[in-house]
């Protein structure tokens, strides 16, 4: 299947003297961006098959798989579009995984080589590399055997890790094209506008909203790199003069922490925000200060891009279902408001957890989100999580209440999980960054005055800086890791102090403990004749059908 790189090259065509991508050192035309990603996928094709890169076409069969590991630039969307080019699937990966994640994703998904804007903290001295088109590119050593990629498959993007291992999903080329109509379609997205996106490129957020949505379109698309500072994101408001913005919470927060006001805001006809919604203060005065409506972003990893609020509002929902997607809402052992949907922009399936996307779909291709919500006037509302709460014996504990309550208590940010004791028991322990002045008994001294004492943490450990993923999400597998190296390390501090003991064993942690900040998730779309699927001119926003049961 080569649908995207063919949509890809008539795109280009088409607009060929336009701007198409830029970052903070160069723009590229459409025509550019074309003749750059032909020779970025000539030149990792051509050194794929030589014997520098160890025969590994020959060893594995089938397309290269290629991770793309870097942060947002001109060169990643150059990347992307050659590794289209030469037949192989980009699995599009977060920057920010640690080596033990990154190791268990390349081996899990069978992934051959990385392109990337760093060294891979993947501890291969020997690995195969070379530079092309100013990324690095490595190839890993063959693991055969590995999991069998669908026919259909054209992209590879991760779930983030909040509630386990990332799990990557499969998207057809048909899914990745309906995200990206959709969106342009409901958004009334143009030619001439200039979206100024600093969520990365690998999230959904930026993926389906923000790559192919704008090159249907023939709009030119900014991925600078950094942190989205205040004083960053003013440069390039005042420099490029955008008409959308999209990044992740931080992004608008930090922009309230400045003392002058920001007159560049007033030009933009969209702002977007996911990862976590914003929180309602923090949207009221944006409002206030800066005449910002800020939508928030609703999508699952498995389904794609859901809603869309052409006149957000604080305490308004989500926006409208967008064109093709239907919710549902009610399933067989589940509330009346659990939230199902189906749409034309669905993952086919998880590469790595055979059969678990299938089995949340329903007989009618409902994907069962986790989400508890309803449709209020024609928009969106969640009410929260199914499932959320951790059992510690036989009693619930909501993560984000006790997490509210370490924060209050002094804790700058605090992450709740649970674990086992040696003895096999489930434990409740808390990750706490910076707290003020409190060591861990005084902590949970201020805790039992706010929560019941069963809801308190038996263990509260500070670290440097919480595991958190390149949109801001929390990495439950990550902080469950270094849990157990932390109750490791006590356990061994305090046999040294009792000579002629052995070295403790290590304690694992729980998979069944979820904190409630997840990820969401849905199902699959259709082909057809290409100009069909590429509209020269893209159609107003309006509301489509909703369905609600």
């Not at 659990?338 to 409902?366: I, K, P, Q």
């Not at 290409?530 to 509209?535: E, K, S």
């Amino acid at each position: 299947m080569r649908l995207l790189n063919d949509v890809l090259a008539e795109l280009t065509a088409r607009h060929a003297d336009s701007p198409a991508v830029g970052d903070s050192g160069r723009v590229l035309t459409y025509r550019e961006l074309a003749d750059a990603a032909t020779a970025f996928g000539t030149a990792i094709d051509s050194w794929w098959r030589s014997d520098g890169a160890a025969n590994r076409a020959a060893e594995h069969g089938g397309r290269a798989r290629a991770g793309i590991c870097a942060a947002n630039s001109a060169g990643y969307v150059v990347a992307y579009a050659g590794l289209l080019r030469a037949g192989m699937v980009p699995f599009l990966l977060d920057p920010a995984l640690g080596a033990h994640e990154l190791a268990a994703v390349t081996a899990d998904c069978g992934i051959d080589l990385y392109v990337s804007d760093r060294t891979l903290p993947l501890g291969l001295p020997d690995a195969v590399t070379t530079e092309i088109g100013g990324m690095r590119v490595t190839a890993m050593p063959a693991r055969p055997p590995r999991p069998e990629l669908l026919d259909t498959t054209e992209v590879c993007r991760f779930t983030s890790g909040s509630t386990g291992s990332p799990r990557c999903i499969e998207f057809s080329g048909a899914a990745v094209l309906g995200a990206a109509l959709s969106w342009r379609e409901a958004t009334g997205l143009g030619a001439g506008e200039r979206v100024l996106c600093f969520a990365g490129l690998f999230n959904g957020l930026a993926f389906n909203t923000s790559l192919l949505a704008t090159f249907l379109a023939g709009a030119s698309l900014w991925v600078p790199s950094g942190l989205p500072s205040s004083g960053h994101v003013v440069r390039f408001l005042r420099e490029i003069e955008p008409t959308r913005l999209t990044g992740f919470p931080a992004l608008y927060e930090s922009l309230l922490r400045r003392d002058q006001s920001v007159p560049e805001l007033a030009g933009l006809r969209s702002a977007l925000s996911s990862a976590a919604p914003l929180s309602p203060r923090t949207a009221a005065e944006l409002r206030r200060r800066h005449g910002l409506a800020v939508c928030d972003y609703y999508g699952v990893a498995e389904a794609g891009p859901l809603t869309y609020d052409p006149d957000p509002a604080p305490g308004r929902g989500l926006g409208y279902p967008l064109p093709g997607v239907e919710f549902a809402f009610g399933a067989p052992g589940h509330s009346d408001t659990s939230v199902r949907v189906r749409s034309r922009s669905m993952g086919s399936r998880y590469l790595n957890a055979a059969g678990l996307l299938e089995s949340r779909l329903d007989a009618e291709g409902f994907y069962l989100t986790g989400d508890e919500g309803l449709i209020e006037d024609g928009r969106l509302v969640l009410r929260g999580r199914t499932g959320k709460g951790i059992n510690i014996g036989g009693r619930k504990i909501d993560p984000v209440e006790v997490q509210e309550a370490l924060r209050r208590c002094g804790a700058a940010d605090a992450l709740v999980l649970a674990t086992v004791k040696k003895n096999g028991d489930p434990v409740l322990v808390a990750l706490v960054d910076g707290v003020q002045g409190a060591a861990e008994r005084e902590l949970r001294a201020r805790c039992l005055g706010l929560l019941a004492a069963h809801k308190v943490p038996e263990r509260i450990f500070t670290v440097p800086r919480l595991p958190r993923g390149g949109a801001g999400k929390p990495r439950l597998g990550a902080a469950q890791a270094l849990v157990a190296d932390l109750i490791q390390q006590h356990e061994n501090d305090a046999l040294r102090e009792r000579p002629g003991t052995h070295r403790a064993e290590r304690p694992t942690a729980t998979p069944e403990a979820e904190p409630s900040f997840r990820p969401t998730t849905p199902p699959q779309p259709n082909p057809g004749e290409l100009d069909a699927r590429i509209p020269a001119a893209p159609p107003a926003h309006r509301r489509t059908r909703r369905r609600s049961e």
